[in-house]
Structure formats: structure tokens, C-alpha cells
């Protein structure tokens, strides 16, 4: 059972254009969001975040949106950079659940 | 300021064995939690410890068990090691707070033969 839903395992995006990444979630009672990026070869690294009760956070060329009615949120890369190339994983927590809740991940390629 | 530290960062272990993964943390992070990502997986949350006690825990079994020290660092114990537990164990600390980020280190690769 699949709490946190990312159903696009790769995006290719032309390097300068922006570059869109989604992310479903089922259980309602997640209340904070969060995006972290992975490398290859090294841990995950913290993004950017968002609470249930905003529906936008914005930090430099990254914005995280978040649909509560939809269970959804994406995270927005703009412009993309080749340095954007990496594995993009959206968690969630909350609900008196221990721990983050991961994705498998969205393979985002910057093609020159 | 120190990040994440982990070791080791490989390891080959047999079906049957016990194995133990060694985590530093951030300076100034009192949290620590482990994580671990199968292949093509994200990060499954282990356990979490707060003032070396347990204070949150995933869906796994007894077999894996964990210390925190006074320090702030941490381990990871596996007993009677399955093929299945062959994954990328991650560490992460954190300032303890619900919304603190969790600041990983670059993992474990374990393999059980």
C-alpha cells in the first residue's frame, strides 16, 4: 500500500525550460511535505518543504505547490540547470506516523 | 560543521550472520533515524531515536534494533541477515523538531549472499 505516490519514474527536460515533478499521496493525514534530491553514490539532501496549511512555497528556482483537495503536490524547477540532473524523491509525515514516507523517485534528466 | 557520517560504505555479508552499521551525526542534532532503500525503492523508515531511547519505529521486524550513545551517534543492528535485507541503509539527523529536515548521510550498501 502506497502512501506516497511519484507515478513518473524519469522526466527529460531541456536545460533553461522548467522542469514540472508530481507527487499523490492517500492518507489525510499527512501535514508536511518535503523534497529532497539524490544523487548518485550520495544520501538524499533536503530541498524544499511545505506545510498542509500553505498551498505554495517558493526558494529560489524551486517551488513546491500542494493541492490538499487533490492530494497532490509538484515541485517546479525553474530555470533547469544540467546540475538539476538527479533522483527527486517527495515524502510526507504526520498523522501520528513515525518517520517520512517516501516515493520511489522521479529520475529528472537535463538534456543540454 | 560535520554532516552525516556512515560506515561502512560497503558491505558483503552471508544469510544467517548479524551485521552492524555505524552512524555519525550532524553537530547540533540531537535525532537520529535510519532508513532503508531497496533497489528502485525509496527510503523505508527503520527506527528513530531521541535521547538514546527509541521513539518511533517502522514496520520491521525485532531483528533490527538500534543504539543511541551519549553522543549522538548511533547504530543499526541486523540479526539473522535475510537475501532480502540487501539494500542502502541510510542514516539521518536531525534538530528533533517535527518539521526539522532530515539531513542524510551517503548510506551503507549491504549485501547478503
Known amino acids: 500500500d502506497q502512501q506516497v505516490k511519484q507515478n513518473s519514474p524519469s522526466l527529460s527536460v531541456q536545460e533553461g525550460r522548467i522542469s514540472i515533478l508530481n507527487c499523490d499521496y492517500t492518507?489525510?493525514?499527512?501535514?508536511?511535505f518535503l523534497w529532497y534530491k539524490k544523487y548518485p553514490a550520495e544520501g538524499p539532501t533536503f530541498l524544499i518543504s511545505i506545510s498542509s496549511i500553505k498551498d505554495k512555497n517558493e526558494d529560489g528556482r524551486f517551488t513546491v505547490f500542494l493541492n490538499k483537495s487533490a492530494k497532490h503536490l509538484s515541485l517546479h524547477i525553474v530555470p533547469s540547470q544540467p546540475g538539476d540532473s538527479a533522483v527527486y524523491f517527495c515524502?510526507?509525515?504526520?498523522?501520528?506516523?513515525?518517520?517520512?514516507?517516501f516515493g520511489k523517485g522521479t529520475h529528472l534528466i537535463i538534456q543540454p | 560543521e560535520t554532516g552525516v557520517t556512515q560506515s561502512p560504505t560497503h558491505l558483503i555479508k552471508t544469510r544467517g550472520q548479524q551485521v552492524t552499521l555505524r552512524c555519525s551525526s550532524q553537530?547540533?542534532?540531537?535525532?537520529v533515524s535510519w532508513y532503508q532503500q531497496a533497489l528502485g525503492q525509496g527510503p523505508q523508515f527503520i527506527f528513530q531515536y531521541y535521547r538514546e531511547e527509541e521513539n518511533g519505529r517502522g514496520n520491521f521486524p525485532p531483528r533490527f534494533s538500534g543504539l543511541q550513545f551519549p553522543n549522538y551517534s548511533s547504530e543499526l543492528n541486523v540479526n539473522a541477515l535475510e537475501l532480502d535485507d540487501s539494500a542502502l541503509y541510510l542514516c539521518a539527523s536531525s534538530k528533533g523538531s517535527y518539521n526539522s529536515p532530515l539531513h542524510f548521510g551517503n548510506g551503507t550498501r549491504l549485501t547478503v549472499t
Open positions: 492518507n489525510s493525514m499527512f501535514d508536511y
Open positions: 553537530s547540533g542534532h540531537n535525532t
Open positions: 515524502a510526507a509525515i504526520g498523522g501520528g506516523a513515525d518517520g517520512l514516507t
